[in-house]
């Protein structure tokens, strides 16, 4: 079945303590995505990749790291500089924008929900 | 600066009637927009779409409507059900330069379809 998916679903931390979530899609799509939901609010991005080896920052990067070194894997690092680091992160992934202009939808993952004490 | 907006965090409505889901934004340049119904503790599924040349895409019970003029879609879902009962979020996609592939979200709308 292809999909997008997210481990583990909860995750504990302590502060002060560096964390990587991981992402895996095996849609073959080249876009993947970061976002943070924290509660009664909408998705922030916080980094994107269109293609392999290139990512970009979102509005509320600051205090995470990504890395792309394959198409299938976007692992987000949530580090010790993130100051209110507990929130609930969905990764997705999507088609580039065809030449056509059809909708490159995202797909998202189940989500992983960090609670950092 | 949000550039999606969904000034209604929550709507009820009764089964079998019309729901409509309002979101409006401020960029003209987005170039598709998106609606993802979302249950707690999951990811958002992909609902419907339409491009910013349309104002009008159909899907079974759901419909999106573009006023490209007043900046607004909308969702309506006609007949209601309880399991329509999710928070929906309306995205929008950038076309071009910084924001490239790059989708902004609303905060979203909970919907509560009661039986």
């Known amino acids: 079945d292809g999909g997008i998916t997210q481990s583990p679903k909860y995750l504990f931390r302590k502060e002060g303590q560096n964390v990587t979530l991981s992402c895996e899609q095996n849609?073959?799509?080249?876009?993947m995505y970061w976002y943070r939901q924290d509660p009664g609010q909408g998705l922030r991005l916080i980094y994107y990749?269109?293609?392999?080896?290139?990512?970009q920052k979102g509005d509320i990067a600051e205090g995470y790291s990504v890395s792309r070194e394959k198409k299938e894997s976007f692992p987000l690092t949530v580090t010790s500089a993130q100051k209110n680091p507990t929130a609930f992160y969905l990764c997705?992934?999507?088609?580039?924008?065809?030449?056509?202009?059809?909708?490159?939808?995202?797909?998202f993952g189940p989500g992983t929900r960090l609670t950092v004490t | 600066d949000q550039q999606v907006k969904q000034n209604s965090p929550s709507l009820s409505v009764q089964e079998g009637r019309i729901s409509i889901l309002n979101c409006d934004y401020t960029?003209?340049?987005?170039?598709?927009f998106l609606w993802y119904k979302k249950y707690p503790a999951e990811g958002p599924t992909f609902l419907i779409s339409?491009?910013?040349?349309?104002d009008k895409n159909e899907d079974g019970r759901f419909t999106v409507f573009l006023n490209k003029s007043a900046k607004h879609l909308s969702l309506h879902i006609v007949p209601s059900q309880p399991g329509d009962s999710a928070v929906y979020f309306c995205?929008?996609?950038?076309?071009?330069?910084?924001?490239?592939?790059?989708?902004?979200f609303g905060s979203g709308t909970k919907l509560n379809v009661k039986p």
């Open positions: 849609l073959n799509h080249d876009a």
């Open positions: 995205a929008a996609r950038g076309s071009g330069g910084d924001n490239f592939n790059k989708f902004y």
């Open positions: 990749s269109q293609i392999v080896n290139d990512f």
């Open positions: 997705a992934s999507s088609i580039v924008l065809l030449a056509d202009r059809k909708a490159g939808e995202q797909y």
């Open positions: 339409i491009s910013s040349i349309k």
């Open positions: 960029n003209s340049m987005f170039d598709y």
